[in-house]
């Protein structure tokens, strides 16, 4: 369901919307709509990103900010050149225990 | 014994291709929510998204339901959510291993005292335990080393573990 909203936007935007409208041969709030949604996907992203790298969310919560599959979130991460944040001091003990129960 | 994932991990296995083997050998437990969070991503197509779906289709992956009220409660004291919440929330409540390439769940898994693997770890456990060979194990950490998830000097030493 759709819902109606008013807002201001600057006469620069307007005009590239009415230009790619007729380009398009479409109406210019189908436009702006499109790019409200690509601008709100990217910022979602972009949030998604910055609360992984600060340690504020996990990969799942990122993901789910983003509106991504973790795999999904993963690759962007990976892509940006951004890494998960344990060293080896975090995960001491860890091939230990692996070695115990890994068959 | 078994072992509960949560994504990160299964997504790190199927790209370093140790996943089938890891899942044929081992009892494997995930979430609900952990399985829904590796599948979003199939219908583009995505490799880990479809292997993950048919190794629970075929029972090598189990999904396992939880209580809401443990879930509530580790909630509440560490603010963790999603997939990652219901991972620590099943190896709190069965008392398994939870397998996590996440830090936050790690952190976690340590503050409640919950023994915590990697996928690295589980590379170099199956190459001890004679699953896979050594140019193998060395094949999928190289695979994990390209996709760049790890930093160099994690690489490097489990690289070591395998000389």
């Known amino acids: ?103 | 014994m078994a072992i509960v994932c949560d994504a990160s991990s299964i997504i790190l296995l199927a790209k370093a291709s140790a996943l089938e083997t890891f899942t044929n050998r081992n009892a494997i437990y995930i979430s609900p929510i952990v399985y829904m969070e590796v599948i979003k991503g199939k219908e583009k197509g995505r490799f880990d998204s479809l292997l993950a779906e048919k190794l629970v289709k075929n029972g090598n992956i189990k999904i396992q339901k939880l209580n809401n009220l443990v879930k509530k409660q580790i909630e509440d004291l560490f603010n963790i959510k999603k997939g990652e919440l219901e991972t620590i929330s099943l190896s709190y409540k069965t008392k398994n291993t939870v397998l996590t390439d996440d830090k936050k769940c790690l952190n976690v898994a340590k503050a409640l005292d919950i023994g915590f693997i990697t996928s690295l770890d589980v590379i170099i456990a199956l190459m001890k335990k004679r699953a896979i060979s050594k140019e193998k194990a060395k094949d999928c950490i190289e695979k994990l080393e390209q996709y760049g998830w790890y930093d160099k000097d994690l690489i490097k030493t489990y690289m070591e573990e395998i000389k």
Do not use: Y
Not at chain 1, 22 to 47: N, P, Q, V, Y
Not at chain 1, 75 to 81: M, P
């Open chain 1, 1 to 103: 369901m759709m819902k109606n909203i008013s807002i201001r936007l600057q006469e620069d935007f307007m005009k590239e919307a009415e230009k790619l409208a007729k380009f398009e041969t479409t109406d210019k709030s189908m436009i702006i709509r499109e790019a409200l949604e690509r601008g709100l996907a990217e910022i979602k992203l972009e949030a998604a990103i910055d609360g992984f790298v600060k340690e504020k969310l996990s990969i799942s919560e990122a993901a789910d900010m983003a509106g991504l599959g973790v795999g999904e979130i993963m690759d962007e991460l990976t892509k940006r050149g951004i890494k998960q944040k344990f060293t080896i001091t975090d995960i001491r003990g860890s091939l230990k225990t692996s070695l115990k129960i890994v068959k």
